[in-house]
């Protein structure tokens, strides 16, 4: 699809529902006892699979719209599945039901898309398997034989809210105590969704303690819009001439804020308005208008706080004057695509100056761009960063694969020109 272009981009937009609050939400409605109530479902492929994986263990599950409600059986309320589980793109939906199926009284199977496929499950099976989980194979698909899991004192070796999660989830079926130390903060929608359902969870810095034995009771969860959705009019808003875009209702839980640091640090005209708690998660509106950009380091503890929206701070970066490194951010080899690889071949078509490094990528900016025949590796986030930086690119630049934003943002094309006119 050819990307249209827009000579600015004003107006009013509210994002998709978050994606991690979203799965989560599902996951943990269908372990709890009794209805859970989920309005601001994001309804992307991603987070259908996990209701679609749900259902296929006995849990009812009603959509209508936005509004999901999940009749959760408690933690052994759910059946074996008679099929293959399969969990589509989905790196959350497949690493988080690792941790929930290790600990079960049947056996199953995981599978997703070919994506899916190359993506490291040994991740998640290791540390499991400290707990006596039996996972086969380290990619999918996967055989998972449940069984008794007993707690477990775990230093992780990756910054990862999907491992870090899978192991809190597998601690609520064991026998004892889970400890869990992190190596960076990642996102803790999981722990706050856990605390507010009644777990017996402890947070204390990097610190994470569960503890089996207490009934998980049903919430109404209301999802904020994702932050790594706003990202994507964040930066459009920023880039672009005469511009300015108001995205209301954004999650800015501090574990995935790091956008708003770097904008800070790249100079951008940008203000956090409103700023309140909905469902246990803060939420606020941020407005972003037409900046000048400057380079900046990107690098430590702050790229788990950011790690999704990489590659459009990348195109924003492309439109800074001078250098930014980002360093650190190897996690990225290891998503939908290897984003580093992507960002760093897809923008040298448009005669970025790029470099890529081990860790991350450099980028000289401030320099003319034109447009390009992109390939998007069918990863929704890299589909969205290019649409963004194609609109100051010159010429004429197009997507082979657009569809592909449907894993997290349906709308967004929609939602996007929109903001054009
Ligand atoms: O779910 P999936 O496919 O892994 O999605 C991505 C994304 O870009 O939408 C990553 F590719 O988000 C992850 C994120 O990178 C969602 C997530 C979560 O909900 O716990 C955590 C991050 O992954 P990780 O590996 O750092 O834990």
Same mark, same amino acid.
């Given at each position: %699809?050819?990307?249209?272009?827009?000579?600015?981009?004003?107006?009013?937009? !509210?994002?998709?529902?978050?994606? @991690?609050?979203?799965?989560?939400?599902?996951?943990?409605?269908?372990?709890?006892?009794? #209805?859970?109530?989920?309005?601001?479902?994001?309804?992307?492929?991603?987070?259908?699979?996990?209701?679609?994986?749900?259902?296929?263990?006995?849990?009812?599950?009603?959509?209508?719209?936005?509004?999901?409600?999940?009749?959760?059986?408690? /933690? =052994?309320?759910?059946?074996?599945?008679?099929?293959?589980?399969?969990?589509?793109?989905?790196?959350?939906? #497949?690493?988080? /039901?690792?941790?929930?199926?290790?600990?079960?009284?049947?056996?199953?199977?995981?599978?997703?898309?070919?994506?899916?496929?190359?993506?490291?499950? &040994?991740?998640?099976? *290791?540390?499991?398997?400290?707990?006596?989980?039996?996972?086969?194979?380290?990619?999918?698909?996967?055989?998972?034989?449940?069984?008794? /899991?007993?707690?477990?004192?775990?230093?992780?070796?990756? $910054?990862?809210?999907?491992?870090?999660?899978?192991?809190? /989830?597998?601690?609520?079926?064991?026998?004892?105590?889970?400890?869990?130390?992190?190596?960076?903060?990642?996102?803790?929608?999981?722990?706050?969704?856990?605390?507010?359902?009644? $777990?017996?969870?402890?947070?204390?810095?990097?610190?994470?303690?569960?503890?089996?034995?207490?009934?998980?009771?049903?919430?109404?969860?209301?999802?904020?819009?994702?932050? @790594?959705?706003? $990202?994507?009019?964040?930066?459009?808003?920023? !880039?672009?001439?005469?511009?300015?875009? *108001?995205?209301?209702?954004?999650?800015?839980?501090?574990?995935?804020?790091?956008?708003? +640091?770097?904008?800070? +640090?790249?100079?951008? =005209?940008?203000?956090?308005?409103?700023?309140?708690?909905?469902?246990?998660?803060?939420?606020?509106?941020?407005?972003?208008?037409?900046?000048?950009?400057?380079?900046?380091?990107?690098?430590?503890?702050?790229?788990?706080?950011?790690? +999704?929206?990489?590659?459009?701070?990348?195109?924003?970066?492309?439109?800074?004057?001078?250098?930014?490194?980002?360093?650190?951010?190897?996690?990225?080899?290891?998503?939908? @695509? =290897?984003?580093? $690889?992507?960002?760093?071949?897809?923008?040298? *078509?448009? &005669?970025?100056?790029?470099?890529?490094?081990?860790?991350?990528?450099?980028?000289?900016?401030?320099?003319?761009?034109?447009?390009?025949?992109?390939?998007?590796?069918?990863?929704?986030? %890299?589909?969205?960063?290019?649409?963004?930086?194609?609109?100051?690119?010159?010429?004429? @630049? #197009?997507?082979?694969?657009?569809?592909?934003?449907?894993?997290?943002?349906?709308?967004?094309?929609?939602?996007?020109?929109?903001?054009?006119?």
């Amino acid at each position: %699809m050819e990307i249209q272009k827009m000579t600015r981009a004003r107006g009013e937009i !509210i994002v998709p529902g978050d994606k @991690s609050i979203s799965h989560r939400a599902v996951m943990l409605g269908a372990l709890a006892n009794g #209805t859970t109530e989920i309005h601001g479902f994001l309804r992307g492929a991603d987070c259908l699979s996990t209701i679609d994986c749900f259902r296929e263990m006995g849990i009812e599950i009603e959509v209508n719209g936005g509004d999901v409600t999940v009749h959760g059986k408690g /933690l =052994n309320g759910l059946k074996k599945p008679e099929k293959t589980l399969y969990t589509g793109n989905s790196g959350t939906t #497949t690493r988080l /039901l690792c941790g929930i199926l290790a600990g079960q009284p049947f056996d199953c199977e995981i599978t997703g898309d070919a994506s899916i496929c190359r993506r490291p499950m &040994g991740r998640v099976a *290791k540390p499991l398997a400290l707990m006596g989980a039996q996972i086969e194979g380290e990619y999918c698909p996967l055989k998972i034989h449940g069984t008794a /899991l007993h707690g477990m004192d775990y230093q992780m070796t990756v $910054a990862s809210a999907q491992v870090k999660t899978a192991l809190i /989830l597998a601690g609520l079926y064991a026998d004892g105590e889970t400890v869990i130390h992190e190596t960076e903060k990642s996102r803790d929608h999981t722990e706050r969704m856990l605390s507010a359902m009644g $777990a017996d969870i402890e947070v204390d810095g990097l610190k994470i303690t569960v503890r089996p034995g207490k009934e998980l009771k049903p919430q109404t969860v209301d999802v904020p819009g994702d932050i @790594s959705s706003a $990202a994507f009019f964040m930066v459009l808003g920023a !880039i672009m001439p005469n511009s300015e875009i *108001k995205i209301k209702n954004v999650g800015v839980n501090p574990t995935r804020t790091g956008i708003i +640091d770097v904008f800070r +640090d790249m100079g951008a =005209n940008m203000e956090i308005v409103n700023e309140r708690t909905v469902s246990g998660e803060p939420v606020a509106d941020i407005i972003v208008s037409t900046s000048n950009l400057k380079g900046c380091e990107i690098g430590g503890d702050i790229i788990p706080r950011l790690i +999704d929206e990489l590659p459009v701070i990348a195109a924003a970066a492309v439109f800074a004057e001078g250098r930014t490194v980002i360093s650190g951010a190897q996690e990225l080899k290891v998503k939908e @695509s =290897n984003r580093i $690889a992507a960002v760093v071949t897809e923008f040298k *078509k448009c &005669g970025i100056d790029i470099t890529e490094t081990d860790d991350g990528m450099i980028i000289n900016g401030g320099k003319p761009v034109h447009g390009a025949d992109f390939a998007t590796r069918s990863d929704h986030r %890299m589909a969205m960063s290019l649409a963004v930086l194609a609109q100051r690119a010159e010429g004429i @630049s #197009t997507l082979d694969d657009g569809e592909c934003v449907d894993v997290s943002y349906p709308a967004f094309f929609g939602d996007f020109y929109g903001l054009g006119k």
